[in-house]
Structure formats: C-alpha cells, structure tokens
C-alpha cells in the first residue's frame, strides 16, 4: 500500500507568521498534535508541535542552566533556549529539520522513518509544495479497515487447517513442530515448542486466519538444554504458582 492511499488532505496547516496562540488553538480544536508550517508560496518550511511548547516561560519549564553548563553549551545554544521560551511566533519555535516523504512511497518506508526518528507524523511533499500528511492515526486506521469483520464467511475446516499450516511454515521461530487439527472451526495446536514465547506467535497465527472459532492449545514445551518435556497443564500450574509467589 502507498502513502497516496491513505494520507489526509487538505492538510491543515499554519504560516510562520501564525501566533503560537493560534497554533496552540488550532491543535486542541482539531485534536492534533502537530501542525505543518507553510509559506506563502505553498512551500513546507517546517513543523509545529506539542514538543515546541513543552519548554515555555508562560509555564515556568523553560530550561534552566547552571552558569558552569551555560559556559559549556555556549551563548548560542542559551540564546536558542531562550527564543523557544518566550518567542511568539510560529516560525520561531518550530523545528525547521523536517522528514517528509513521497505519495508513491510505501506505508513500510514510512514506519520505518517514523520509527528510526521517533515522529509521529510525515508531511507529503510534491515539488516542494505540500499535498497531505499521514499520521500513526492513518496507519491505525488502514489496520482497522483491513482486518477481516468478525462476521467473516465460513470456512471448511480443511481450508483453515492448510491455511494455518502454511503460515507456520513460512516463520522461523519454529512453527514446523506445530500440528494442527480442525473442527467445525475449533483449532486444536499440538505437537513442540523450545521457547515459551513461540506458544503467543503460534496463538496469532491461528487468530489471523478466517473462519477460526476457538483455539485449544496442546504444545508441549521442551527445554532445549535438558530435554524436559513440560504440557501446557503443568505449564499452567508453573505460571499459577509464580503469580502466587509474587502477589504474596
């Protein structure tokens, strides 16, 4: 999927010269978090967010520096602190150091910019000018639509179980150990795990595909170093106990 298929437009934005007032309104009437700051010509010149206003003389949170750390950093770094403190204006407290991406970029390049630069939205920028945004919240709601209805048509069992069968082996995590029986869309799992947390991937599995009604779990973990074999009761009873202990 491209960004083009889920980016919001129009985009509400603000200009440089926009009070941070006004920007601060804007954003708790549209419940935003942040706001792409455009020039007159349509050009993105930067953006405005929850993040610029945290450090505020307004709230007494403006950064406050030893006079030996005001030394280290220097006159220039104290004399930014302090226009993001007390400035008025948009373009004086925006961050000017944006990520943007393309319409025809894929939603997978974007997660990853948003995770490497921990943002939580990406202009759209064509020819310089800028045509949308997408957000965490476009993402969410791409997942929501493509996530099958709980009243998704039945499927055979036979269906199921190969479909089941096919994901597990497509993982590395050791889901070819892992037998799976259908009835009437109940999913009985059985056979071998070697890690505890394989039993949750295997679960998720079976909850991805359509038609599944239940899921009976019956995987037996067996410890790589001892070759002790543990089933999901005694597994069950180990985990009880463990609650037991540290509740107490």
């Known amino acids: 999927m491209l960004v083009e298929a889920i980016m919001t437009t129009p ?18 009437a549209h419940r935003i978090s942040g706001l ?47 226009v993001h ?23 997978d390049e974007v997660v ?3 995770s490497r630069r921990r943002i ?14 997408v957000a965490r919240s476009d993402l969410l709601r791409a997942m929501a639509d493509a996530l099958p209805a709980a009243d998704a048509a039945v499927v055979d069992d036979e269906r ?6 096919s994901e597990l082996a497509r993982q590395s995590w050791g889901g ?8 009437h869309g109940a999913v009985e799992l059985s056979g071998a795990i070697f890690d505890e947390r394989e039993r949750q991937a295997a679960h998720v599995v079976a909850e991805n595909v359509a038609g599944v009604k239940s899921i009976s779990d019956q995987l037996a973990w067996i410890e ?15 985990k009880t106990a463990a609650s037991a202990r540290t509740s107490a």
């Open 160 to 165: 199921i179980r190969a479909d089941i069968l």
């Open 120 to 133: 939580k939205r990406l202009p759209v920028v064509e020819n310089g000018k800028l045509v949308g945004i």
């Open 11 to 28: 985009v509400i934005s603000v200009a440089p010269s926009t009070s941070i007032r006004d920007a601060a309104r804007l954003m708790l």
């Open 85 to 107: 403190a007390n400035g008025r204006k948009v373009g004086e407290v925006m961050s000017s150091n944006i990520e943007t991406t393309r319409r025809d970029a894929t939603l």
């Open 112 to 114: 990853e910019t948003m």
């Open 36 to 82: 792409p700051v455009v020039a007159d010509d349509g050009a993105l010149v930067g953006m405005v967010s929850e993040g610029d206003f945290l450090r505020r003389s307004e709230l007494g949170t403006q950064r406050k520096r030893s006079w030996w750390l005001e030394f280290l950093v220097g006159p220039g770094t104290v004399a930014d602190d302090y």
């Open 176 to 183: 070819q150990m892992i037998h799976v029986h259908v009835d």
């Open 224 to 238: 790589p170093m001892s070759g002790v074999v543990i089933t999901p009761s005694e597994m069950s009873n180990v």
